[in-house]
């Protein structure tokens, strides 16, 4: 039986994706309170650029500020909250996490080019859905706690890994009943993505 101690990335989704060279720029990537899980914080890759020889590059886009918990029983990611620069990249999420996801999960993500103003429900491959929302100054640890109605201060004196179980186990109860688009809707209705560093200072 898989243990807090013994509970390795390799064991998860997650050591699919590291095989695929897919997690970038982790701040967080290990065992979590509840047995038999890890969660990971970081990049997942979308797609790449094309490498010129054994040139490193980074990729051309991703999943940023990824929160999640892989579960190593059913080897599924039940969770999962991040940052997306463009909606129209939710068609390579359902390509690249596939199987990885399931249908009774609860998938939220934050997307730069839709109006501030609306939230999505939009269905992914496999019975999958998935909850939009926009963001656009901030970030998904902030968003995400302001979704489930908590204040820093509330895991201000948990580690890391206590922090994001019990931020996405809240996630999981928070009620997110948006209405429902296909995903070629929002495709239809997306806004131009928007520059991050504009009105930023330097």
């Known amino acids: 039986m898989t243990t807090l101690d013994t509970v390795r990335l390799e064991d998860t989704a997650f ?3 590291a095989a695929q060279h897919r997690l970038f720029n982790a701040v967080l990537k290990e065992p979590l309170p509840k047995a038999g899980t890890f969660g990971f914080r970081g990049d997942i890759a979308l797609a ?11 990729p051309a886009y991703s999943i940023e500020q990824v929160l999640a918990v892989a579960d190593t029983a059913t080897g599924k990611i039940p969770v999962m909250a991040g940052y997306l620069h463009n909606f129209a990249w939710l068609k390579e999420v359902g ?7 399931t249908p009774g999960g609860t998938y939220v993500f934050f997307v730069n080019n839709i109006d501030f103003l609306k939230t999505y429900t939009i269905a992914l491959p496999g019975g999958v859905t998935a909850k939009i929302l926009p963001l ?20 201000k004196k948990m580690n890391g890994a206590q922090k994001l ?3 996405l186990n809240a996630m999981t109860e928070t009620k997110m009943p948006f209405p429902e688009i296909t995903y070629e809707e929002g495709v239809a209705t997306m806004e131009p993505v928007r520059n991050r560093n504009e009105n930023r200072p330097v």
């Open 95 to 101: 390509e690249v996490l596939g199987d990885m996801l």
């Open 48 to 58: 790449f650029q094309d490498q010129v020889a054994d040139e490193a590059r980074p």
């Open 15 to 17: 050591g699919t994706l």
């Open 136 to 155: 656009d100054e901030s970030t998904v640890w902030k968003e995400t706690l302001d979704l489930i109605g908590l204040d820093k201060n509330d895991v």
């Open 165 to 167: 179980e019990f931020v």
